[in-house]
């Protein structure tokens, strides 16, 4: 699809690569000024990014996601941004139970009476872990970059003490990152606990349900929407701009371009970049997920939203949620559906599984969560797999950052890597998507 209007001589031509979510906040922003002509190119059949949803069944009212999401009471910038949409009407706040599995038991661990009340830790340990909890939830954000250059596992185990760290916390944060465990920084760990709230919120008709309303509104500015627009490479012009190439279509010319997809996506797309820049980008190291989503004719957790799986169980996931057990399965078609989540590099070998394979991996532990599980409960499965899907952040990560601003004036490259020290998510992409909007409007008013 092509969305120049070269009739208006005022007009200022932007492209956006990526329809997600911090993509269509941009377009939304930059849409605000009339001599803005956007295009947004999706790559896939549908917009929303990870946030995107599916219908597994057609009697479904509601979409599912892709990979599991919920929003904490504190997401203001997604919040803030559903009112101004005027969709506030699609939030919902919701108190589920989260816990940690541990030698075969689930022990919730989502308030600070609850910490204190884990058994397997003496009263030491466990007011010891406590304070060092307390203190990272109520330190104040503003000098996170202290945090940047201390690792975590070493300092945590130093603080909480090696038995509550290595009990706990450790095995979660192994889960998470696998082999990378020990590279993560501490300013990483911090975020987490600081913004972590024990209610979630979720939107009436899933994420696609906010997804598809901000499209809308977009939409109804003259943005221009192409999914299955695969973006394959962005070329600086000669005379400025960019020039935008697509599989089979046309190049289009743009005087400004956003992309929004993965480092290593952008060292392929922008050849032109410094080197010094596409050095950067080559440095950011990240994980891919795998996400089987399994749906049972009963529950199986039995009123559990999420269980942390830690690598000290040996289980083949890190992550086993019961979406059903927060959001009723009247809007699944009676469906109890549960999510299988892992962080992975991406050439371990349940990328290359498929939904049976992977269904036969993990099934037969699902026994261990509830005694009377059977495999005839199993109605349905699908499995979704994104390559680029949680940043590694090793010690000293927000000198290695690269630019939303790149070297070549005009071109914008805002990505889940940047936002932090805060974890990717959907509130994040929002914040970006409004961040790089303001400077691309700002840069675009100086050269006029």
């Known amino acids: 699809?092509?969305?120049?209007?070269?009739?208006?001589?005022?007009?200022?031509?932007?492209?956006?690569?990526?329809?997600?979510?911090?993509?269509?906040?941009?377009?939304?922003?930059?849409?605000?000024?009339?001599?803005?002509?956007?295009?947004?190119?999706?790559?896939?059949?549908?917009?929303?990014?990870?946030?995107?949803?599916?219908?597994?069944?057609?009697?479904?009212?509601?979409?599912?996601?892709?990979?599991?999401?919920?929003?904490?009471?504190?997401?203001?910038?997604?919040?803030?941004?559903?009112?101004?949409?005027?969709?506030?009407?699609?939030?919902?706040?919701?108190?589920?139970?989260?816990?940690?599995?541990?030698?075969?038991?689930?022990?919730?661990?989502?308030?600070?009476?609850?910490?204190?009340?884990?058994?397997?830790?003496?009263?030491?340990?466990?007011?010891?872990?406590?304070?060092?909890?307390?203190?990272?939830?109520?330190?104040?954000?503003?000098?996170?970059?202290?945090?940047?250059?201390?690792?975590?596992?070493?300092?945590?185990?130093?603080?909480?003490?090696?038995?509550?760290?290595?009990?706990l916390w450790q095995p979660m944060i192994q889960g998470k990152f696998d082999q990378h465990y020990k590279e993560v920084n501490l300013a990483w760990f911090w975020a987490r606990i600081y913004k972590r709230t024990k209610q979630l919120i979720y939107y009436r008709g899933g994420f696609q349900a906010f997804v598809d309303g901000l499209a809308q509104q977009v939409r109804s500015r003259n943005v221009a929407l192409a999914t299955n627009a695969n973006v394959q490479k962005i070329h600086a012009l000669p005379a400025g701009g960019f020039q935008v190439t697509l599989q089979d279509q046309p190049p289009v010319d743009y005087d400004m371009v956003l992309s929004t997809v993965s480092p290593g996506f952008m060292q392929q797309l922008a050849p032109d970049l410094p080197p010094s820049y596409l050095s950067q980008l080559g440095k950011l190291k990240s994980m891919g997920a795998i996400v089987l989503t399994v749906a049972l004719d009963r529950q199986l957790l039995r009123d559990i939203y999420w269980v942390n799986v830690p690598k000290s169980a040996n289980l083949p996931f890190l992550a086993l949620v019961e979406h059903t057990n927060m959001i009723d399965a009247i809007h699944y078609a009676g469906d109890h559906l549960l999510y299988i989540g892992n962080y992975l590099d991406v050439d371990h070998r349940y990328f290359r599984m498929s939904t049976d394979e992977l269904l036969a991996e993990f099934l037969p532990h699902f026994a261990q969560f509830n005694p009377d599980f059977h495999p005839s409960w199993v109605t349905g499965a699908w499995v979704h797999k994104a390559k680029y899907a949680q940043p590694v952040p090793p010690v000293g990560y927000a000198d290695m950052i690269p630019a939303i601003r790149t070297p070549l004036a005009g071109l914008y490259f805002a990505s889940m890597s940047q936002v932090y020290p805060w974890d990717r998510g959907t509130n994040y992409a929002v914040e970006m998507g409004r961040k790089v909007a303001k400077m691309m409007q700002a840069d675009a008013l100086k050269s006029t």
């Open 1 to 167: 699809m092509m969305a120049t209007n070269n009739s208006v001589p005022s007009a200022r031509r932007i492209a956006i690569v990526g329809g997600g979510i911090a993509g269509l906040t941009a377009a939304y922003d930059l849409s605000q000024d009339p001599a803005n002509r956007i295009t947004v190119y999706e790559s896939g059949t549908q917009l929303g990014g990870l946030a995107a949803g599916f219908k597994g069944r057609p009697e479904w009212s509601w979409p599912l996601e892709h990979f599991y999401h919920h929003l904490f009471t504190n997401d203001d910038a997604i919040l803030n941004f559903t009112k101004e949409l005027g969709l506030g009407e699609l939030v919902e706040v919701h108190n589920p139970d989260t816990v940690f599995y541990y030698q075969g038991k689930n022990y919730p661990l989502d308030t600070p009476l609850r910490v204190l009340l884990f058994p397997h830790l003496s009263i030491v340990d466990r007011v010891r872990m406590g304070m060092v909890l307390a203190y990272l939830k109520f330190h104040p954000s503003s000098p996170w970059q202290t945090f940047d250059k201390l690792i975590a596992d070493e300092w945590l185990a130093r603080w909480m003490g090696k038995n509550a760290y290595e009990t």
